[in-house]
């Protein structure tokens, strides 16, 4: 018989954490079901696809990291992209659609996706279906399902389209340029999607929402029983719903198919040395000091590290950040062996492979396990088990999960009506799997589940808060230890899993006012090149940094302060540091350093507020009477001298801290400025921040 040819589609993925590449796996798993075959690559694999050549539709999922850049492995792609040799022809053959991922909480939105689109259509490519635009701020679903659910019909089109083309094209009767498919995106309202027979079965793995779920547990469990410990209160929690959820038929993910082997193997105790995976690239630095810069009652406690590198190749420059790696935390990883049954296998190699006859496509034995790690390696430096559950990790939970209601609860959680509550309840609260465990206990997956699920154990990064020519062999930084507070789901509240780590390390020499030796930390350089003060000294810039994100900014200015000292007849443009803190006298980070950079002229201008001081503050640096509350507010009163640096004395702003409100308050700030300064509408100031930021001019190192 002959066999049938499927038509192909080329699916690329750029991915930085995981999830557009997630994305793109699930599509490419699903190809086969909807009549094609997928060619998935990663876009840093360029041997294997060729778009110069390619005549099949070719689908995108790209995410976009950092101030709008391109994840790592979609970098060279960008680069190649973006060449001005390329002529406007390159891509006429080419029909794509592009899923683009990003965050509003960050300036530039989908910034990568929006770049390869653009220089897509610059170079001819023809779009099959309208590009989405999922949102991680609110939720990557809301876009990504409805994109999803469009796409199998519009690559169906073109790909059909494109087959008849070619065929006309053979038969030499094919216009020159065919008109091309409508853009189409179907995006579907949740009826429009309901099965047509209602199925309560858990196990469909066919089609992204395949499972219809009615509302039977409640009824299926027994007064009295361990079963009704969830019962209907007056108000929902993470572990009890009300109506209309509770009693509405749902939509699930299909179950996502298992594809790792994973066994325990008993094994002669063998002294295993703990500590980051890939160690052999990283410094293991001492700490040098540890110092507590905020008085005891300030709302957030921050801390300032030195760490010794005179020992290490470490060479840094203000602006640069660098990764610490850290463990997770021993008491919860102790809790997980316990909770999953493996506290005394912890000591047992972990071995892994691929499922025989896996339904997942393209799965891979995880990389970040090095092999012969023990469990209890695997648990506290491989995985990071304080990741928020992904909805298709719930509802992999729902299959090993005894009780009805617990069940049912899982499911509303992963299910589109559900959303909502996974949001309020999950990913707001930061809930680990472990908490999730805990207030499900019937619940009990595997070890392989969970190795397929849990992402790799991510080092924090932090900005370099020091130059080394005022700090030779020496790296400072400076951190608020992250504080959760007790919720559903977490009746304690809990600290950052690194900035907790770090305070833990240090609390015992803090307490023996530092006469103890103090640790080390695995550390490795994360340059940043472009977060750098400008390359000519007489350049005058702007810096904006509240709280710990005054970090880089001291780097800066120890660097200027030198510098100076070594060019008395040299030019220095002006600087300007818009610094905010809760309190004067509380978290008023690097007060004295900052007052001496004044003092000395290193800084021409330092503006300070307090945001939670109700008296008037009577600080000298404060020079209006009116008080302002955020940095944005002190740049507004200098909007003519701070347009001034940056659209005539070609100056350049540097904004660092937290992304999610000031950065872009202040990015709302500067338009203000620009629109009242040079009396221009909003898309005029849209347009020259925008330039500022093209010519590097205007500078994020924002997260939060
Ligand atoms: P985790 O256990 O990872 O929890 C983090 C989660 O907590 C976040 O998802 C967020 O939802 C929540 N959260 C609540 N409050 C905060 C908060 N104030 N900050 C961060 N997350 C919060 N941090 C610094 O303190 N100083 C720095 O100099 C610094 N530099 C950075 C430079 C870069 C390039 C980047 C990307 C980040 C930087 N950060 C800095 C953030 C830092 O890397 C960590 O994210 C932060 O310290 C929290 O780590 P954690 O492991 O304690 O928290
Ligand atoms: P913070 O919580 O951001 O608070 C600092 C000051 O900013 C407070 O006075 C706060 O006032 C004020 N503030 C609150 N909302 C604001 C808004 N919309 N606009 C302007 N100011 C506002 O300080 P932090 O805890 O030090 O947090 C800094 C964040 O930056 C952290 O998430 C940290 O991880 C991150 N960080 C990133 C980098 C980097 O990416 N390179 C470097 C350092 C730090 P109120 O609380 O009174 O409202």
């Known amino acids: 018989m002959p066999c049938e040819v499927k038509p192909r589609f080329v699916l690329l993925y750029g991915s930085q954490k995981g999830q557009a590449q997630s994305i793109a796996e699930g599509i490419f798993e699903e190809a086969d079901k909807h009549g094609f075959e997928a060619e998935l690559s990663c876009l840093n694999e360029n041997e294997k696809y060729n778009l110069e050549k390619e005549r099949a539709p070719v689908v995108f999922i790209v995410s976009t990291t950092g101030d709008g850049e391109p994840p790592d492995n979609a970098l060279k792609f960008v680069k190649n992209l973006k060449k001005k040799t390329l002529p406007s022809d390159h891509y006429q053959h080419l029909t794509y659609a592009l899923l683009a991922l990003g965050d509003t909480n960050y300036a530039n939105f989908c910034n990568c996706g929006k770049t390869i689109e653009r220089r897509l259509q610059e170079l001819g490519a023809k779009q099959f279906y309208a590009t989405g635009y999922a949102d991680d701020g609110v939720g990557l679903e809301l876009v990504v399902d409805a994109w999803l659910e469009g796409l199998w019909s519009a690559v169906k089109q073109a790909s059909q389209k494109m087959a008849s083309d070619a065929s006309a094209q053979q038969k030499g009767n094919v216009m020159q340029t065919p008109a091309f498919l409508e853009v189409q995106l ?15 079965s858990n196990n469909a793995t066919d089609g992204k929402h395949a499972t219809v779920v009615e509302q039977t547990a409640a009824t299926e469990s027994k007064p009295g029983s361990s079963e009704s410990r969830t019962e209907l209160s007056s108000a929902p929690s993470l572990t009890s719903s009300l109506p209309p959820l509770s009693e509405s038929a749902l939509n699930i993910p299909a179950l996502p198919p298992s594809y790792l082997d994973v066994s325990l193997l008993e094994v002669d105790a063998v002294a295993e040395t703990l500590g980051p995976a890939n160690k052999g690239a990283l410094h293991e630095v001492p700490i040098s000091k540890a110092v507590k810069m905020t008085s005891g009652d300030a709302v957030k ?25 850290c463990p997770n935390s021993a008491v919860e990883v102790e809790k997980l062996l316990h909770r999953l049954g493996l506290w005394d296998k912890q000591n047992h190699h972990v071995c892994i492979s691929l499922l025989k006859d896996t339904k997942k496509k393209g799965g891979k034995v995880p990389t970040h396990i090095p092999n012969n790690s023990s469990l209890l390696y695997l648990l506290t430096w491989c995985l990071e088990i304080r990741s928020v559950p992904k909805k298709v990790f719930v509802r992999a939970l729902v299959e090993h999960t005894g009780d009805s209601m617990q069940k049912r609860r899982l499911q509303e959680l992963c299910s589109k009506q559900g959303a909502a509550d996974y949001n309020l309840f999950v990913r707001d609260q930061n809930l680990s799997i472990l908490e999730l465990l805990t207030a499900f206990p019937s619940c009990l997956p595997s070890l392989s589940l969970l190795i397929e699920h849990l992402p790799k154990l991510q080092p924090r990064p932090y900005s370099a808060a020091s130059s080394c020519l005022r700090h030779p062999g020496k790296l400072h930084f400076v951190f608020n230890l992250v504080e959760f507070p007790a919720c559903s789901g977490r009746p304690d509240g809990k600290r950052g899993l690194c900035t907790g780590w770090l305070f833990d390390l240090i609390s015992p020499a803090l307490e023996s006012s530092g006469s103890r030796l103090l640790p080390k930390v695995h550390v490795s350089l994360r340059p940043n090149g472009s977060f750098r003060p400008p390359s000519d ?46 309190h004067k006298d509380k978290d008023f980070l690097f007060r004295e350093e900052l007052e001496d950079f004044v003092s000395n002229g290193t800084l021409n201008h330092l503006k300070v507020c307090f945001s939670r001081d109700n008296e008037e503050v009577e600080w000298e640096g404060a020079q209006s009477t009116a008080r302002p509350r955020y940095v944005q507010h002190n740049l507004l009163l200098d909007s003519k001298a701070i347009t001034s640096v940056l659209l005539e004395k070609s100056g350049s702003i540097y904004v660092c801290g937290d992304a999610k409100n000031m950065a872009k308050d202040v990015n709302d700030t500067l338009m203000e400025m620009i629109k009242t300064e040079l009396q221009v509408d909003q898309l ?19 997260w939060g």
């Open 186 to 200: 179907n995006r579907l309202s949740l009826s429009d999607h309901q099965p047509d027979e209602k199925n309560t």
């Open 301 to 325: 406690t921050a801390l300032l590290f030195e760490l010794d590198i005179s020992d290490f190749q470490i060479d840094y420059h203000p602006g640069d950040a660098f990764n610490v790696f």
């Open 537 to 582: 000294p007489a350049v005058p810039f702007v810096m904006v940094g509240p709280g710990t994100g005054v970090a880089p900014f001291i780097g800066f200015l120890q660097q200027r302060e030198k510098q100076r000292l070594e060019n008395p007849g040299a030019a220095f443009g002006e600087t300007w540091l818009y610094f905010g803190c809760r």
């Open 684 to 702: 005029e100031a849209m347009k020259t921040l925008a330039v500022l930021r093209e010519e590097k001019r205007y500078l994020q190192d924002i």
